[in-house]
């Protein structure tokens, strides 16, 4: 994490300020597709791509290897899945099934990634109503301003 030096005016004091260079849910995702084109075809991969390229992904080959990967932000990875189910089910094919399971089990691990903040301070504030403030800052590295927005907007309902 970068860090940003604030200088005050008192005797040249100097404070540390951590800044996240991009929010959690722009952060790039990799999801590793071994063997794609000997499971799916090649066919198929070039439709794939050409799916994946609509929603800022990019589904390429690892260097020189026969394995995969698909890359580019998780809401973009979500919906690209999506659209292949989508295909998929129109076509009444299965040529996308191996890659539709890899990415589900794929976007599980980036789960944080996939909701927005006020929706997860939303649902920890849901799940626990004493959550403190603190706990809720520690958990989604939110402001405590957010935090307190948060409580204020839960309490309203």
Request: hydrophobic residues 45%; aromatic residues 6%.
């Given at each position: 994490m970068p860090l940003e030096f604030l200088r005050l005016g008192w005797k040249d004091t100097v404070i540390a300020i951590s800044l996240l260079e991009t929010p959690l849910m722009k952060q790039e995702i990799t999801i590793s597709l071994p063997s794609l084109i000997h499971r799916i075809g090649r066919e198929a991969v070039k439709q794939?791509?050409?799916?994946?390229?609509?929603?800022?992904?990019?589904?390429?080959?690892?260097?020189?290897?026969?394995?995969?990967?698909?890359?580019?932000?998780?809401?973009?990875?979500?919906?690209?899945?999506?659209?292949?189910?989508?295909?998929?089910?129109?076509?009444?094919?299965?040529?996308?099934?191996?890659?539709?399971?890899?990415?589900?089990?794929?976007?599980?691990?980036?789960a944080d990634k996939l909701e927005s903040l006020e929706a997860k301070l939303a649902r920890l504030i849901g799940e626990d109503s004493?959550?403190?403030?603190?706990?809720?800052?520690?958990?989604?590295?939110c402001t405590l301003a957010e935090a307190r927005a948060a409580r204020f907007d839960a309490d309203i309902w």
């Amino acid at each position: 994490m970068p860090l940003e030096f604030l200088r005050l005016g008192w005797k040249d004091t100097v404070i540390a300020i951590s800044l996240l260079e991009t929010p959690l849910m722009k952060q790039e995702i990799t999801i590793s597709l071994p063997s794609l084109i000997h499971r799916i075809g090649r066919e198929a991969v070039k439709q794939a791509q050409a799916i994946a390229m609509q929603f800022d992904c990019e589904l390429k080959r690892v260097r020189r290897s026969r394995n995969w990967g698909l890359t580019g932000e998780a809401i973009g990875v979500q919906s690209f899945n999506q659209q292949l189910k989508t295909v998929q089910l129109s076509t009444g094919g299965s040529e996308f099934t191996y890659l539709t399971r890899k990415i589900d089990t794929g976007l599980l691990s980036h789960a944080d990634k996939l909701e927005s903040l006020e929706a997860k301070l939303a649902r920890l504030i849901g799940e626990d109503s004493n959550i403190t403030l603190a706990e809720l800052m520690h958990l989604t590295n939110c402001t405590l301003a957010e935090a307190r927005a948060a409580r204020f907007d839960a309490d309203i309902w």
